[in-house]
């Protein structure tokens, strides 16, 4: 057939790819990598770090071609800086002078360290890439306050990891010209390259508070990616070479329980006395390892963990907080690198190494006791770690820790014993990965290894006795602008242990292999052993105002790797699509706005749809620094392999879900941020409800109150299953649920006086409140439906049973006077109270040298009415006995 414009398809097609990579082209060369050189130069004097540039060094002429990268992207600055570089044998410094026409008007205010992203202060960022590999680096803040942060870059992204804690100095100065601050960081800090001349990638951010106004050397421009593979280069450094100073920071803790107590517990007087010390050690190997040790470490936390209920089957994560697992961490993170945007839909991110694994709860159970002394946590003996770089530029992580076996004693009867809970533990993690042709490409292998040594046989049926997960990952760009990616992981799992144990975790609830209507799955009562496979494969378009991400993975039904990580559960094979275009320069009207789309589907490895959805979202920032963005979800029919707990599909009903979030200007003395999400389905209608309102109470004092509400009401809440040879349809069980209105007010309450930026006191406190009330019992009536029995109708019986102690039951008969088996349930209505929290009192008298006062209590109560009664419930919280908790820890910092 002739086509009658003259235009074949192959033409169109040619005109096509023309125009896109002539686009890529374009936006290429506006991205273009700074081609500026700085000049450090030697230091043949005291440089005394106090903010003032009263030093030789500094009267020289200045680096001063920043430019805006916001408001005005690409404009000179509206406020004149200069910057200058100077090192000796020990360590590199930097100096800045922040000039302001207004300086009575300069924003300084202390607030917590590492708090930066959250600072609304006048403050400056110096990048290093002192491996030059344009991939990653670290980066040092000081505000005009004196506020401190540190951190490192990865992935050639701004995104900054900031568990990362250095021993370096940094003061600032504000005088009648502006404010200046100087910078001192020791080689030991920092990894670098060996050679006679350093080249180093650098960067400078100045932040200019009252304008909102951020100048860069060099920055990222709207719709480009890329960022610390943009920084000039730093010259002039001669005659250095990589520190392998050995640090060492003993520490000594005291700590004093006051725990409520039965006058009859013959383990619990009320009180206890726990005196402690061991020794962290950091030593550099060569010029591009790091290893930190640590002996009888202190892996207490000084925040304190949420409290939660939790009436779902999958278990809870918490975020880690113990400095020796946090710092370096980013060497760790798996399956991620090339792509900035890695959107997730049904799709549990690749938590293969789990540090909160080590030092775990005690996981065996205990037999029928009247008393029993049961250790709050698994005490880690001894832990190492290895970071830096080997062979030829490969980075590699490695772990070491070993866990004690734990005890806990019971009282029976008269009778006191020990029972064994957690064998001696070996916990084993290590990482390598290596970019190539400028981090175009890069692979990398993550593994984990547990071992555990049993002395006590019956622990054997309820742990894993080993446990070895494998994974490699990596990414490589398609094109030279590096516009496309893809990214992805691979792994394999291999848990052991006894036929008893390998029984209970195919029956676990992150598997449910013994699902009846299943035909992929089923229990192997024989088996000693279970291995399984994960990966994931991922396209992301980095630059652009119209971006797209789309991905496709899969867990197999036995890939386990919980033992040293996190996987909610397996069997799952998943996609998604999701595209989002940007409008990035700023109106009269908004600074930046974007819509998002999103759609995501997922399937077991039996073909059955088990999630769909239909996502949309959209976002807007106003020229006020105010904000809003919204979330919208449709979501189809589907399937439900996990509503039984083991038993048949059911059906998802049709769902639909909105959220909203807004903020306002944190450069104010109160801030606001508040939103809300509505869900309503045949299946649950729930709201939820949050605000959280800080007040700059006076330049070092913070306060935040953060309310939060929610109220679900679910039509089908599991109870528990029993059985009955009956219940022909659903394989002769039946499974219980029942109608369940949940109602949770929680409040994150903190105060954060900052006293000078080496002095702090820090308050936190979370009450909560949950209630729970059960009514409309019911069993499933057919699989792969919503359809269900309720208690009471269609000739079945429910009968309401009070004891003489007030305690209720419901007797459950599916029948009447037929062939159907009785059932009965205990009252599972539910009201908790819970206050937690802690005081913190922070000095470090020394550069990392610190004296902590800790003090934390704690008070809960559970009642088994399901009334939610706001002020009897807070008025109940306060008559609550706490618990008291007093540490103090002191620590001393030196090089050797």
Same mark, same amino acid.
């Given at each position: 057939?002739?086509?009658?414009?003259?235009?074949?398809?192959?033409?169109?097609?040619?005109?096509?790819?023309?125009?896109?990579?002539?686009?890529?082209?374009?936006?290429?060369?506006?991205?273009?990598?700074?081609?500026?050189?700085?000049?450090?130069?030697?230091?043949?004097?005291?440089?005394?770090?106090?903010?003032?540039?009263?030093?030789?060094?500094?009267?020289?002429?200045?680096?001063?071609?920043? #430019? =805006?990268?916001?408001?005005?992207?690409?404009?000179?600055?509206?406020?004149?800086?200069?910057?200058?570089?100077?090192?000796?044998?020990?360590?590199?410094?930097? @100096?800045?002078?922040?000039?302001? %026409?207004?300086?009575?008007?300069?924003?300084?205010?202390?607030?917590? *360290?590492?708090?930066?992203?959250?600072?609304?202060?006048?403050?400056?960022?110096?990048?290093?890439?002192?491996?030059?590999?344009?991939?990653?680096?670290?980066?040092?803040?000081?505000?005009?306050?004196?506020?401190? @942060?540190?951190?490192?870059?990865?992935?050639?992204?701004?995104?900054?990891?900031?568990?990362?804690?250095?021993?370096?100095?940094? +003061?600032?100065?504000?005088?009648?010209?502006?404010?200046?601050?100087?910078?001192?960081?020791?080689?030991? =800090?920092?990894?670098?390259?060996?050679?006679?001349?350093?080249?180093?990638?650098?960067?400078?951010?100045?932040?200019?508070?009252?304008?909102?106004?951020?100048?860069?050397?060099?920055?990222?421009?709207?719709?480009?990616?890329?960022?610390?593979?943009?920084?000039?280069?730093?010259?002039?450094?001669?005659?250095?070479?990589?520190?392998?100073?050995?640090?060492?920071?003993?520490?000594?803790?005291?700590?004093?329980?006051?725990?409520?107590?039965?006058?009859?517990?013959?383990?619990?007087?009320?009180?206890? !006395?726990?005196?402690?010390?061991?020794?962290?050690?950091?030593?550099?190997?060569?010029?591009?390892?790091?290893?930190?040790?640590?002996?009888?470490?202190?892996?207490?936390? +000084?925040?304190?963990?949420? @409290?939660?209920?939790?009436?779902?089957?999958?278990?809870?994560?918490?975020?880690?907080?113990?400095?020796?697992?946090?710092?370096? +961490?980013?060497?760790?993170?798996?399956?991620?690198?090339?792509?900035?945007?890695?959107?997730?839909?049904?799709?549990?991110?690749?938590?293969?190494? !789990?540090?909160?694994?080590?030092?775990?709860?005690?996981?065996?159970?205990?037999?029928?006791?009247?008393? @029993?002394?049961?250790?709050?946590?698994?005490?880690? #003996?001894?832990?190492?770690?290895?970071?830096?770089?080997?062979?030829?530029?490969?980075?590699?992580?490695?772990?070491?820790? +070993?866990?004690?076996?734990?005890?806990?004693?019971?009282?029976?009867?008269?009778? *006191?014993?020990?029972?064994?809970?957690?064998?001696?533990?070996?916990?084993?993690?290590?990482?390598?990965?290596?970019?190539?042709?400028?981090?175009?490409?890069?692979?990398?292998?993550?593994?984990?290894?547990?071992?555990?040594?049993?002395?006590?046989?019956?622990?054997?049926?309820?742990?894993?006795?080993?446990?070895?997960?494998?994974?490699?990952?990596?990414?490589?760009?398609?094109?030279?602008?590096?516009?496309?990616?893809?990214?992805?992981?691979?792994?394999?799992?291999?848990?052991?242990?006894?036929?008893?144990?390998?029984?209970?975790?195919?029956?676990?609830?992150?598997?449910?292999?013994?699902?009846?209507?299943?035909?992929?799955?089923?229990?192997?009562?024989?088996?000693?052993?279970?291995?399984?496979?994960?990966?994931?494969?991922?396209?992301?378009?980095?630059?652009?105002?119209?971006?797209?991400? %789309?991905?496709?993975?899969?867990?197999?039904?036995?890939?386990?790797?919980?033992?040293?990580?996190?996987?909610?559960?397996?069997?799952?094979?998943?996609?998604?699509?999701?595209?989002?275009?940007?409008?990035?320069?700023?109106?009269?009207?908004?600074?930046?706005?974007?819509?998002?789309?999103?759609?995501?589907?997922?399937?077991?490895?039996?073909?059955?749809?088990?999630?769909?959805?239909?996502?949309?979202?959209?976002?807007?920032?106003?020229?006020?620094?105010?904000?809003?963005?919204?979330?919208?979800?449709?979501?189809?029919?589907?399937?439900? $392999?996990?509503?039984?707990?083991?038993?048949?599909?059911?059906?998802?009903?049709?769902?639909?879900?909105?959220?909203?979030?807004?903020?306002?200007?944190?450069?104010?003395?109160?801030?606001?941020?508040?939103?809300?999400?509505?869900?309503?389905?045949?299946?649950?209608?729930? /709201?939820?409800?949050?605000?959280?309102?800080?007040?700059?109470?006076?330049?070092?004092?913070?306060?935040?109150?953060?309310?939060?509400?929610?109220?679900?009401?679910?039509?089908?809440?599991?109870?528990?299953? /029993?059985?009955?040879?009956?219940?022909?349809?659903?394989?002769? $069980?039946? !499974?219980?649920?029942?109608?369940?209105?949940?109602?949770?007010?929680?409040?994150?309450?903190?105060?954060?006086?900052?006293?000078?930026?080496?002095?702090?006191?820090?308050?936190?406190?979370?009450?909560?409140?949950?209630?729970?009330?059960?009514?409309?019992?019911?069993?499933?009536?057919?699989?792969?439906? /919503?359809d269900f029995l309720t208690y009471g109708t269609d000739g079945s019986t429910l009968t309401k049973e009070v004891a003489d102690d007030g305690e209720i039951n419901y007797l459950l008969d599916a029948d009447g006077d037929g062939a159907a088996v009785e059932e009965s349930i205990s009252d599972p209505d539910f009201n908790y109270i819970s206050?937690?929290?802690?005081?913190?009192?922070?000095?470090?008298?020394?550069?990392?040298?610190?004296?902590?006062?800790?003090?934390?209590?704690?008070?809960?109560?559970?009642?088994?009415?399901?009334?939610?009664?706001?002020?009897?419930?807070?008025?109940? #919280?306060?008559?609550?006995?706490?618990?008291?908790?007093?540490?103090?820890?002191?620590?001393?910092?030196?090089?050797?």
């Amino acid at each position: 057939m002739e086509n009658p414009g003259g235009l074949s398809l192959k033409k169109v097609i040619e005109a096509a790819l023309i125009l896109v990579f002539t686009s890529i082209q374009i936006s290429s060369s506006q991205g273009a990598t700074s081609e500026k050189e700085i000049v450090a130069v030697r230091a043949f004097e005291n440089i005394k770090i106090d903010g003032i540039l009263s030093e030789n060094i500094w009267k020289r002429a200045g680096f001063s071609e920043l #430019l =805006q990268q916001d408001p005005d992207q690409g404009e000179k600055p509206t406020q004149h800086s200069k910057i200058w570089f100077a090192y000796d044998d020990e360590a590199i410094y930097f @100096a800045g002078k922040f000039y302001d %026409s207004n300086p009575d008007s300069i924003m300084a205010r202390l607030v917590r *360290r590492d708090f930066v992203w959250g600072d609304p202060s006048d403050g400056c960022v110096l990048y290093l890439d002192s491996y030059r590999d344009k991939r990653s680096g670290y980066f040092f803040y000081v505000s005009a306050a004196g506020t401190i @942060a540190d951190g490192v870059l990865e992935n050639d992204s701004k995104f900054t990891d900031l568990s990362w804690d250095a021993v370096w100095e940094g +003061v600032p100065k504000i005088d009648s010209d502006g404010w200046s601050v100087e910078m001192r960081i020791p080689y030991s =800090q920092l990894r670098f390259r060996e050679g006679e001349e350093q080249v180093w990638g650098i960067n400078v951010e100045r932040f200019f508070s009252r304008r909102n106004e951020t100048d860069m050397i060099a920055y990222t421009p709207r719709n480009e990616s890329g960022f610390a593979s943009r920084f000039p280069a730093l010259v002039g450094i001669k005659g250095i070479s990589p520190s392998s100073k050995l640090e060492i920071m003993p520490y000594v803790t005291g700590k004093a329980e006051y725990i409520g107590a039965d006058p009859n517990d013959p383990f619990n007087s009320g009180k206890e !006395y726990l005196p402690g010390a061991g020794v962290d050690i950091k030593a550099g190997i060569g010029n591009s390892l790091i290893v930190d040790a640590t002996v009888n470490p202190d892996f207490g936390q +000084v925040e304190v963990d949420p @409290a939660i209920v939790n009436l779902s089957d999958v278990e809870y994560t918490f975020e880690e907080k113990r400095p020796f697992f946090t710092e370096g +961490v980013s060497i760790f993170r798996f399956g991620r690198g090339g792509a900035n945007n890695n959107p997730r839909f049904d799709w549990s991110r690749a938590n293969i190494f !789990y540090s909160r694994r080590i030092g775990r709860n005690p996981q065996g159970s205990l037999p029928t006791y009247e008393y @029993a002394d049961v250790p709050s946590g698994t005490h880690i #003996l001894g832990a190492g770690k290895i970071t830096g770089r080997v062979l030829n530029d490969w980075k590699i992580g490695m772990i070491h820790a +070993v866990t004690k076996k734990e005890h806990a004693e019971i009282f029976n009867e008269g009778t *006191r014993s020990k029972v064994e809970l957690e064998p001696l533990t070996y916990y084993g993690v290590f990482r390598a990965q290596r970019d190539f042709n400028s981090a175009a490409q890069g692979i990398g292998i993550l593994s984990t290894f547990t071992n555990r040594f049993f002395d006590d046989d019956n622990l054997r049926g309820s742990i894993n006795k080993d446990a070895v997960v494998g994974a490699v990952d990596g990414w490589t760009f398609l094109d030279s602008d590096r516009t496309y990616v893809i990214t992805g992981w691979a792994g394999v799992s291999r848990v052991s242990g006894t036929a008893e144990r390998m029984t209970d975790l195919q029956t676990s609830s992150r598997h449910y292999f013994q699902r009846p209507d299943a035909t992929h799955i089923s229990v192997d009562s024989s088996a000693t052993s279970l291995s399984g496979f994960g990966g994931r494969l991922m396209i992301n378009k980095n630059r652009g105002r119209w971006t797209f991400n %789309s991905a496709v993975g899969m867990t197999s039904p036995k890939f386990e790797i919980n033992d040293l990580g996190f996987g909610s559960y397996s069997d799952k094979i998943n996609w998604h699509f999701f595209t989002s275009y940007r409008w990035p320069d700023p109106t009269d009207f908004y600074r930046n706005a974007g819509v998002n789309a999103a759609t995501y589907m997922s399937y077991d490895f039996g073909g059955n749809k088990t999630a769909q959805g239909f996502w949309f979202g959209s976002f807007i920032n106003f020229q006020d620094f105010s904000g809003v963005n919204i979330n919208l979800t449709y979501n189809p029919e589907t399937y439900n $392999s996990r509503r039984t707990r083991g038993g048949p599909l059911t059906l998802n009903p049709v769902s639909r879900s909105f959220r909203i979030n807004t903020y306002t200007d944190n450069r104010e003395w109160w801030v606001l941020r508040a939103g809300g999400d509505l869900t309503k389905s045949d299946d649950i209608n729930s /709201y939820s409800l949050y605000t959280n309102i800080e007040f700059k109470v006076t330049p070092t004092l913070t306060m935040s109150v953060g309310p939060h509400f929610s109220r679900d009401l679910s039509n089908a809440q599991y109870i528990g299953v /029993y059985s009955d040879e009956s219940a022909v349809q659903t394989f002769g $069980s039946r !499974y219980l649920f029942a109608h369940l209105d949940q109602r949770t007010f929680s409040a994150d309450i903190r105060a954060d006086w900052i006293i000078s930026p080496k002095l702090s006191f820090q308050v936190y406190l979370q009450p909560l409140i949950a209630s729970g009330r059960y009514n409309s019992f019911k069993s499933l009536r057919k699989p792969r439906t /919503y359809d269900f029995l309720t208690y009471g109708t269609d000739g079945s019986t429910l009968t309401k049973e009070v004891a003489d102690d007030g305690e209720i039951n419901y007797l459950l008969d599916a029948d009447g006077d037929g062939a159907a088996v009785e059932e009965s349930i205990s009252d599972p209505d539910f009201n908790y109270i819970s206050l937690r929290g802690n005081a913190v009192l922070r000095w470090e008298y020394m550069p990392g040298s610190a004296l902590y006062l800790v003090w934390t209590q704690s008070r809960e109560d559970v009642d088994s009415h399901g009334d939610f009664y706001f002020g009897k419930s807070m008025r109940n #919280l306060f008559s609550v006995k706490p618990d008291n908790i007093f540490m103090i820890k002191l620590t001393y910092w030196f090089g050797v």
